[in-house]
């Protein structure tokens, strides 16, 4: 019986310490800021909602390489394939820095060709745009 009054009386204890640091000690506001800072050298950044449906939707891909065979820049030994850009994205967010690819203005072919209508011209205008957020990040 002895036992188990110290038992009740030690968790208890804990109890009323665990509810008093939830009460009086508060988190840090900026956690999210700091695992940012902390992941910067990998490419880390944040993502907003609409980022994250474009590239679920570059998930569908299943590598048909169709948009190859329409790209006009397919001969290019310095221009990365549209198939190559849509997988490496919808595996590996940190390459993000490594995908470099200048396609045409107004070109939308592989669009056009993708049996599962992802979206790859806007995929890689979103590229080009955050290219520039991840290696600032890094620095």
């Not at 999210?32 to 570059?58: P, R, V």
């Not at 065979?69 to 850009?85: E, G, I, M, R, Y």
Request: aromatic letters at 8%; glycine letters at 2%; hydrophobic letters at 40%.
């Amino acid at each position: 019986m002895l036992k188990k009054i110290q038992s009740l009386i030690f968790l208890g204890r804990f109890f009323i310490l665990h509810l008093f640091k939830r009460v009086f000690f508060v988190l840090k506001k900026d956690s999210s800021a700091t695992f940012l800072n902390h992941y910067a050298g990998d490419h880390i950044f944040a993502l907003s909602q609409d980022d994250k449906k474009l590239l679920m939707t570059a998930s569908a891909c299943y590598a048909c390489k169709l948009c190859d065979n329409v790209c006009p820049k397919a001969n290019d030994a310095q221009h990365n394939l549209p198939s190559f850009v849509v997988l490496s994205q919808s595996r590996l967010l940190t390459d993000l820095h490594r995908s470099p690819n200048d396609c045409p203005e107004g070109c939308h072919q592989c669009d056009l060709a993708c049996p599962v209508q992802i979206p790859i011209r806007s995929l890689i205008d979103w590229i080009k745009d955050h290219q520039n957020i991840a290696s600032i990040s890094s620095q």
